[in-house]
């Protein structure tokens, strides 16, 4: 495909015309490198026909001692062209010169042994060329002249100047910046061209043509635009990219932009890199040094001297690679294309990059360079001797630090590392820099590095501070190795009590640590709020380390709910007052206050907390970013707004996806809640999916996954295995003594299950221990909860007041959601009225707002009549009966917790399975209504 190229065409077709008239004339065809010349020749060769004859010779680098090598293609050309016998007859009378065309053996030599063409012999092959052309006007094509044999350029040299007569148009293809094109004898051909035409690039919308050329459709904008940008316009670079993209079968489309703008096809490279091998020494020394520096920015006098070029020979060299389209701008030393530096590098030996980039080190630093530029370039060094390298490493190391990006920082760090001048302290120092960096996004290499990097500190305070630089994990129990850790060096510093300044704050961090070590085990937390208890109502929050151990404390009263919430809540207030907005918070247990305010339904106004960083396409991202957005959708969650949490906690889930299960813990409880308040099917089994490929131990985990598992099995009909799960999962909960009713509130669901299945007894009794639970710990969310669950199952006055107690108590309480289903079982059990109706239009306005569809079309439904239900003909008896078959229980298993026979069984199931006009249990489980679970939850 030849796009944009009419006007080339169209200045050879009005040369053969003036040919045809008489005027012969020399056309050059120049431009950088994959500009289309060859592409351009093959077009105008098609212009053979009755009025034009063609000759076309193609030079080549191989082909250079083959004397008149493309004198020979020329007239082989011809003759192939038009092998008439007028033709064969023209060659045969010009016999010397026919022969010298046919044989090696009849070529002149001179006393050196090269081709000597004598005036007389030159004459012949113009004659000969005059002859062959004297019935028709001649279009000769050479292709890469600059290439072609030494004779074949004398006997060009020699016609152009003898042009007159010939009925002749030469069109010479000369690729810009080819050492080849310096020779004398070929400038002696350029310069006589009366007309040089250059192609340009191609323009957009050539792209979207070539674009859909390749591609079978066409491409969008954003792809086409991608295209143009990466390629310049260049027909060579934009082919190779496409037919990259081809193979790796993308599409044109907005979303494969940018796997564009990344490629680095491998063809365009090694054809890149035999153009710079067939470079002089300086041309291929200057690309090298652009390679090795240019990405950085180099500046031109440090490209000159890592070169090794003076300014005269600098400019000459940098104006080649111009004139061969690999720089951005001809005067500017910045390849156009990664690939071009790919090409160059691959035509570098490693001894070759070594010495460059550890001079390019050098030089930088000298020059008082950015620390990471002269760090990039150590990192390309095997081994430097230079004394600043580690002082160098470590300072880039910071820099990426503060930048956001810890990879970087620890691939500087490890670097270093491999300086065997390193020894004791100083290799200690430089183990826990590493470790800080690490702890980010990779916390067993952090453990591993803090475990070496001990021994070599000198003082136990030293090495209790290393050991903190090991980053909790919330709601996770720390490894046993690194809990083990925690309590040597503790030993070691010995107890806060007897220490003073920075090491008292070291010790209470410790404790703080070892505590939360502990927060699975009953023993250890009844310890934890005995010390909270020891601190006082108002305990000292003036230092970090007293806020972290507050931090953990107050997570003890939280979970065993030994603490009322409003205490809890105020305590959690007064450690965020003090504790500055930072991103180091995520590096330590302040995060749990996060977790004890959802508990207390205490995330009203909370505005301390960092906003969740953004980052740009090639920044690394951190187990501080997830950490962030985990907080942010159960603050969300905890309001009512699960719609809204979903994209935060799916974002933490994704950012923490890579460290499991250290930081995609608090994201995975974050997103359970979502998922089980948007009663999202293809959520929890995708969650439970990824569980399976990642097991852990840790509780909080584990009750989330349980809950996930209860509503696949409710969703199923399984609500017997439903009903085990959440039983399983409290008595999980009971056993390490978390008692909390906020966070994992399994009991109203499982009492919901068993009403469902029948069995009242047990769900009246699982909701009177709700409401004690919820009563002492007296956060109103819970209470509303529990109230609500308790009027669903009564009837009558007793039921409606409990649903108002509800209404009541969760006005008070940052969950609207909560609020909004308690109005909506109000509104239905008061069955019409203005009340009734007032209560559905404030259900609806709380449910919009925190983005619950659900809930506001069963609010809407309300306001009319009510559709009549299924199972509303079936007796009390067959509703039992329909409902623990729902639940999976078999006939005789039903007929024995009712107390009555199989057969009385079948035959309440005969008679409910008439009246709801199904076929059997499989219809069953299908329009059996859920009875409000999702109300109950």
């Avoid at 012969?24 to 592409?39: E, K, N, Q, V």
């Avoid at 670079?237 to 494969?256: C, D, K, N, Q, W």
């Avoid at 499982?750 to 409401?771: C, K, M, N, P, T």
């Avoid at 439904?861 to 239900?869: K, L, S, Y």
Wanted: proline share 6%; hydrophobic share 45%; charged share 25%.
């Amino acid at each position: 495909m030849l796009l944009e190229r009419d006007a080339e065409v169209a200045q050879v077709r009005e040369a053969l015309s003036a040919a045809a008239a008489g005027t012969s004339s020399l056309l050059l065809l120049t431009g950088p490198l994959g500009i289309g010349r060859t592409a351009l020749l093959q077009r105008l060769s098609l212009l053979a026909g009755e009025d034009v004859r063609v000759l076309r010779a193609n030079a080549a680098p191989m082909e250079q001692d083959f004397a008149l090598g493309v004198v020979r293609q020329l007239f082989d050309s011809l003759l192939t062209g038009d092998p008439s016998e007028t033709c064969e007859r023209r060659l045969r009378e010009h016999g010397a010169s026919a022969r010298m065309l046919l044989t090696d053996d009849a070529l002149p030599l001179d006393e050196h042994g090269f081709v000597a063409l004598s005036e007389p012999v030159l004459n012949g092959l113009r004659s000969l060329l005059a002859d062959v052309g004297a019935d028709k006007p001649l279009l000769i094509l050479v292709d890469d002249l600059q290439w072609a044999d030494a004779p074949s350029l004398r006997w060009l040299a020699y016609l152009v100047k003898r042009l007159h007569g010939l009925r002749a148009v030469l069109v010479c293809a000369l690729r810009d910046g080819d050492p080849g094109g310096r020779q004398v004898t070929l400038r002696e051909i350029t310069d006589s061209a009366q007309r040089v035409l250059r192609p340009a690039p191609l323009s957009p919308g050539a792209v979207g043509e070539m674009v859909l050329g390749q591609f079978g459709e066409p491409g969008d904008e954003e792809f086409a635009r991608a295209c143009h940008e990466i390629s310049a316009g260049n027909p060579l670079f934009l082919r190779s990219v496409l037919a990259a993209l081809a193979v790796e079968s993308h599409r044109p489309t907005a979303g494969h932009a940018e796997a564009a703008r990344r490629q680095r096809p491998s063809q365009l490279r090694e054809r890149l890199a035999r153009c710079m091998r067939t470079q002089p020494p300086p041309v291929r020394d200057l690309a090298a040094a652009i390679a090795t520096l240019g990405d950085q920015g180099g500046e031109p006098e440090l490209i000159s001297l890592l070169a090794g070029l003076d300014p005269i020979g600098f400019g000459a060299a940098l104006r080649t690679l111009g004139q061969l389209g690999l720089l951005t701008a001809e005067r500017e030393p910045r390849f156009r294309h990664r690939v071009v530096q790919d090409a160059v590098e691959s035509s570098m030996t490693v001894a070759e990059r070594e010495r460059l980039h550890d001079t390019a080190a050098a030089l930088l630093y000298r020059n008082g360079s950015p620390a990471e530029s002269v760090a990039a370039q150590l990192m390309a060094v095997t081994a430097s001797q230079h004394p600043w390298a580690v002082e160098v490493l470590r300072t880039a190391a910071d820099t990426a630090l503060r930048r956001g990006a810890p990879d970087a920082a620890t691939r500087y760090l490890r670097r270093a590392l491999l300086d065997a001048t390193l020894s004791g302290e100083s290799r200690g120092r430089l183990l826990i820099d590493l470790a800080t960096a690490e702890r980010g996004f990779d916390p067993a290499a952090c453990e591993r590095h803090i475990s070496q990097a001990i021994p070599l500190l000198p003082t136990p305070r030293h090495r209790a501070a290393a050991a903190l630089r090991i980053s909790p994990t919330v709601v996770g129990v720390p490894p046993p190795a690194v809990v083990d850790l925690f309590h040597q060096v503790a030993e070691d510093l010995g107890p806060a009590s007897a220490l003073e300044g920075s090491a008292r704050d070291v010790a209470l961090r410790l404790e703080a640590r070892l505590r939360y070590a502990e927060y699975e085990d009953p023993a250890g937390l009844a310890a934890s709020v005995e010390r909270l208890s020891a601190l006082g109502d108002a305990p000292p929050l003036g230092s970090t380390a007293e806020r972290e151990l507050a931090a953990v404390l107050l997570d003890a009263a939280m979970l065993t709910t030994r603490r009322s919430a409003a205490e809890v809540a105020r305590l959690a207030g007064s450690v965020l007052e003090r504790e500055p907005a930072t991103a180091d918070r995520s590096h330590s247990p302040l995060p749990l206050v996060a977790v004890a305010l959802v508990a207390a339904d205490s995330v009203r106004g909370i505005n301390s907390w960092p906003a969740p960083e953004q980052h740009s396409p090639g920044q690394d991202v951190t187990t501080v970013d997830a950490l962030v957005h985990a907080e942010q959708a159960l603050m969300l969650v905890a309001r009512g707004r699960a719609a809204r949490a979903r994209e935060p906690a799916e974002r933490a889930m994704r950012l923490a996806g890579a460290h499991w299960p250290e930081a995609g813990m608090l994201a995975t409880v974050a997103l359970t809640g979502v998922a089980l308040e948007l009663d999202d099917p293809e959520l929890v089994e995708g969650l439970l999916d990824d569980a399976g490929r990642r097991r852990s131990a840790n509780l909080a985990l584990t009750a989330s996954l349980q809950l996930l598992k209860a509503s696949q099995d409710e969703r199923h009909g399984r609500w017997a295995s439903a009903l085990d799960t959440l039983l399983a999962c409290g008595r999980q909960l009971e056993a390490a003594g978390w008692r909390n009713p906020v966070l994992f509130r399994w009991r109203p669901w499982a009492a919901a299950l068993q009403h469902r299945i029948g069995d009242s007894r047990a769900a009246l009794a699982l909701a009177e221990e709700e409401h004690a639970r919820a009563e002492a710990w007296g956060a109103p969310v819970a209470l509303g909860r529990a109230l609500r669950l308790k009027g669903r199952l009564h009837d009558g006055a007793r039921g409606t007041n409990l649903l108002r107690e509800s209404a009541d108590v969760l006005r008070a309480s940052a969950n609207e959601l909560e609020l909004a289903r308690s109005l909506v079982l109000l509104a239905r059990r008061m069955d019409g009225g203005a009340e009734a109706a007032a209560l559905l239009r404030e259900a609806k306005a709380l449910a919009a707002a925190c983005g619950a569809p659900w809930l506001v079309e069963r609010a809407e439904q309300g306001r009319g009549t009510p559709a009549p239900r299924p199972e509303a003909a079936l007796t009390r008896t067959e509703r039992t009966v329909v409902s623990l078959a729902g639940g999976g229980l078999t006939n005789q298993e039903i007929a024995d917790r009712l107390g009555v026979t199989s057969r009385a069984v079948e035959k309440h199931l005969t008679h409910a399975y008439r009246k709801l006009d199904i076929s059997g249990r499989r219809q069953l489980m299908e329009i059996l209504p859920r009875l409000d679970s999702e109300i109950l939850r």
